[in-house]
């Protein structure tokens, strides 16, 4: 038999004392009284007097029981038919345990003034109490995606009240999933509480499908117990999608901010407040107000908001949308924002004769684009190969280059536009039918020399880097990327390149691994060469791709903004999801300082303070010293990028919760059950069910039943040999 609180147990029998105390005090003396006629009552006293001390110490031996089979109930004894050698810990519960957090931003959902990792944090700490001082936990949490043993019970319940809420690098599922994998080769029962909620974007196919290939091979001997803190009713309203649209008009900008409004089953009215300044000047405070009503929301519970900013001076603002009145999760009622106003750089296009009409793609594209989010609009010039030989590069006109299906060019005019790049300037570089195979001269520029065409008549894909490359920032993150349709953008011809050293990292390839665009730095510039060109005509019969005309002329224009940020600086947005590399132009400055949200400052290039998963550093100079790339963007609410020495701000971004974040949307508890397929997810919501759990899957006999009968008898027997002792 085994004891599940044996503590309670032994402090019942340490009571037993205070009956016998009881006992000893009321113990009768008569007084003796020489009588020698009562001689007969004194023999038939002394018969009485020994009926009376054992029916005393009958009753004592119940009064004794009482106390024991009280303390026993409490103990919640049971006995285990077959107890295992190694299998469970004495104090109930298996030798190796895992705690696996949900820590997103979706647990500062709070009721009754506690948030529900609070409410996950007290669970846990509850379990670890009835925890052997032997037993080896480990404690996950999504906002890191792992975990590790700890050293001892204690550190557990150290690192378990250490937790906080951090925007997700991992889901609930995935990090599930590492915690199975570390158990996998720990021999004996194991047990895996999962703490969180049932969020539907914790278990989408993809997560759920690398949890199900762990659960492989893990065996029976390991238990899931889910503590569900998932609402019973949701109260959130969430601000989503920002979208910042600047512009210019007359030479002061203009700064459109759209936001979407998602509100559950039930709806109310409220008001949205903006509140923006220039970081430069944060006493020049622009302030706007939107209401909204219950019946603004369309069938989908959702609505739109703009704000419209006009007349602004050039610098770069900053500032945030407040939702009122709040409601239970804070973190999606408030969404930060950077736009930058300043005055529009122009973009110079040569090609082929007729020139606008080569151009008028990759014109038209970055027209189009010219207004992203966070960004002012290009200007653009069209000319000829041989208007662009007679064009001054060195009067600061241009910012970039376009040079669309280029014919030899010369030393001289290559020299003139690596002397452009290296000073700061771009230039992308789209190899055509006018390419001579052979030409060193774009050898200083691109780093290698085109050598053959490349002809597939039944046409070639192009696959997009697995990372998150600059040149294709306009599509979002990686996951965007990844799922784009890029086999609608069918190549037939193209140019295979002899690279003097390594080939330049590659944004795009072909199906055959030969780059298809690619990107390096010269100088303080960048170079941007496609082996296919972005000029040809929708009527022309031999055109060697239809990456501008066919299906997949969508992915073009967010290509085209991609490579036009690149060669004009702006390498990344300025409003980010979290953990997104931050790229802000900082022209060269080396000694940079980051302003975090929290109000800390942390220098850039150093790593001492959020060092990466990994151990990486989280920022770091970039080596062609044009501008800056810092990672450690896991905090909410908006950054500066100042100069170390003079404190004076240079750059900016914000980081707003990415809507998966705080969307409290749950799946069933059945289609979890689907997920975890013929491994059983047991639902427990307290310490108590927990032991009940345990005691029906270990095959134990629970004695508590027969302890509370046992319990009641003795004390109405107690109750009735009372009675009749003392009546």
């Given at each position: 038999m085994s004891l599940t609180a044996g503590t309670f147990f032994w402090a019942a029998c340490a009571a037993i004392v205070i009956p016998i105390a009881i006992h000893l005090l009321t113990r009768g003396?008569?007084?003796?009284?020489?009588?020698?006629?009562?001689?007969?009552?004194?023999?038939?006293?002394?018969?009485?007097?020994r009926r009376f001390r054992l029916k005393q110490l009958f009753l004592l031996a119940l009064r004794a029981l009482v106390l024991l089979l009280f303390g026993l109930l409490l103990a919640r004894p049971v006995w285990r038919r077959t107890p295992p050698a190694d299998a469970a810990l004495p104090g109930g519960g298996a030798r190796v345990a895992a705690f696996v957090f949900d820590t997103s931003l979706r647990m500062n959902y709070e009721k009754s003034g506690r948030t529900r990792l609070d409410e996950a944090k007290g669970f846990a700490l509850a379990l670890l109490d009835r925890f052997a001082a032997?037993?080896?936990?480990?404690?996950?949490?999504?906002?890191?995606?792992?975990?590790?043993?700890?050293?001892?019970?204690?550190?557990?319940?150290?690192?378990?009240?250490?937790?906080?809420?951090?925007?997700?690098?991992?889901?609930?599922?995935?990090?599930?999933?590492?915690?199975?994998?570390?158990?996998?080769?720990?021999?004996?029962?194991?047990?895996i509480f999962i703490l969180g909620d049932r969020a539907a974007a914790d278990w989408s196919a993809e997560s759920s499908g690398r949890l199900a290939r762990a659960l492989d091979g893990l065996g029976g001997e390991t238990r899931f117990y889910f503590a569900d803190f998932t609402p019973e009713t949701i109260r959130n309203f969430s601000l989503t999608d920002l979208r910042v649209d600047v512009s210019r008009d007359r030479g002061r900008g203009e700064a459109e901010i759209r936001v979407a409004l998602s509100a559950p089953?039930?709806?109310?009215?409220?008001?949205?407040?903006?509140?923006?300044?220039?970081?430069?000047?944060?006493?020049?405070?622009?302030?706007?107000?939107?209401?909204?009503?219950?019946?603004?929301?369309?069938?989908?519970?959702?609505?739109?908001?703009?704000?419209?900013l006009r007349d602004l001076a050039d610098g770069i603002y900053q500032?945030?949308?407040?939702?009122?009145?709040?409601?239970?999760?804070?973190d999606d009622d408030r969404l930060f924002f950077t736009f930058e106003v300043r005055p529009p750089k122009k973009l110079l296009f040569a090609a082929p004769a007729p020139p606008e009409t080569h151009a008028v793609f990759m014109k038209s594209a970055v027209g189009l684009q010219s207004a992203a989010p966070g960004r002012a609009p290009f200007e653009t010039e069209v000319l000829s190969y041989d208007e662009f030989r007679e064009y001054s590069l060195s009067d600061g006109n241009a910012a970039a280059l376009f040079l669309l299906d280029p014919p030899p060019l010369g030393n001289e005019l290559v020299g003139?536009?690596?002397?452009?790049?290296?000073?700061?300037?771009?230039?992308?570089?789209?190899?055509?039918?006018?390419?001579?195979?052979?030409?060193?001269?774009?050898?200083?520029?691109?780093?290698?020399?085109?050598?053959?065409?490349?002809?597939?008549?039944?046409?070639?894909?192009?696959?997009?880097?697995?990372?998150?490359?600059?040149?294709?920032?306009?599509?979002?993150?990686?996951?965007?990327v990844r799922s784009a349709p890029w086999s609608r953008l069918s190549v037939n011809r193209?140019?295979?390149?002899?690279?003097?050293?390594?080939?330049?990292?590659?944004a795009l390839r072909f199906a055959d691994g030969a780059p298809a665009l690619v990107e390096r730095s010269l100088g303080g510039g960048r170079v941007v060469l496609s082996t296919t060109p972005f000029s040809d005509l929708p009527s022309d019969p031999k055109a060697w791709n239809r990456i501008t005309t066919g299906d997949g002329a969508w992915l073009f224009l967010l290509l085209a903004d991609g490579i036009?940020?690149?060669?004009?600086?702006?390498?990344?947005?300025?409003?980010?999801?979290?953990?997104?590399?931050?790229?802000?132009n900082v022209e060269g400055k080396a000694k940079l300082e980051v302003l975090l949200p929290d109000g800390e400052s942390l220098a850039l290039g150093s790593a001492d303070r959020f060092p990466g998963p990994d151990g990486s550093p989280v920022s770091s100079l970039s080596a062609a010293a044009r501008g800056a790339s810092f990672t450690g963007t896991g905090q909410i609410g908006s950054y500066r990028i100042l100069d170390a020495d003079t404190k004076t701000p240079l750059a900016a971004f914000s980081v707003n919760p990415r809507p998966a974040d705080t969307d409290l949307a749950p799946v069933s508890f059945e289609r979890l059950g689907e997920i975890f397929g013929k491994t059983p997810l047991i639902r427990i919501d307290s310490a108590d069910r927990l032991e009940?759990?345990?005691?029906r899957l270990d095959g134990r006999f629970d004695l508590y039943s027969l302890t509370a009968l046992l319990f009641g008898l003795v004390l109405i027997a107690e109750l009735w040999a009372a009675g009749r002792l003392y009546d």
């Open positions: 003396r008569p007084r003796r009284v020489v009588f020698p006629p009562l001689i007969l009552i004194e023999e038939r006293f002394r018969t009485n007097k032997d037993a080896r936990v480990a404690v996950f949490d999504t906002r890191t995606g792992g975990g590790a043993f700890q050293v001892d019970r204690l550190a557990a319940r150290e690192s378990v009240e250490r937790l906080r809420t951090a925007p997700a690098r991992a889901t609930l599922a995935e990090t599930l999933a590492r915690a199975a994998e570390l158990l996998k080769s720990e021999p004996g029962e194991k047990e089953e039930s709806r109310a009215s409220g008001r949205l407040e903006l509140t923006a300044a220039p970081i430069t000047a944060p006493g020049d405070e622009i302030n706007a107000v939107e209401s909204f009503t219950d019946d603004e929301f369309d069938e989908n519970n959702r609505l739109e908001k703009r704000f419209a500032g945030t949308i407040a939702k009122t009145p709040p409601d239970p999760l804070a003139r536009i690596e002397r452009f790049v290296r000073g700061g300037g771009g230039a992308g570089i789209f190899l055509g039918r006018q390419t001579v195979p052979g030409t060193a001269e774009y050898a200083s520029l691109a780093g290698g020399t085109p050598v053959r065409q490349v002809n597939i008549p039944e046409g070639t894909p192009l696959l997009p880097d697995p990372g998150t490359h600059a040149l294709l920032a306009s599509f979002g993150t990686s996951d965007r193209y140019w295979r390149m002899d690279w003097a050293e390594n080939a330049p990292p590659a036009a940020r690149v060669l004009t600086g702006g390498i990344e947005p300025l409003n980010l999801a979290p953990y997104e590399t931050a790229a802000p009940a759990v345990r005691v």
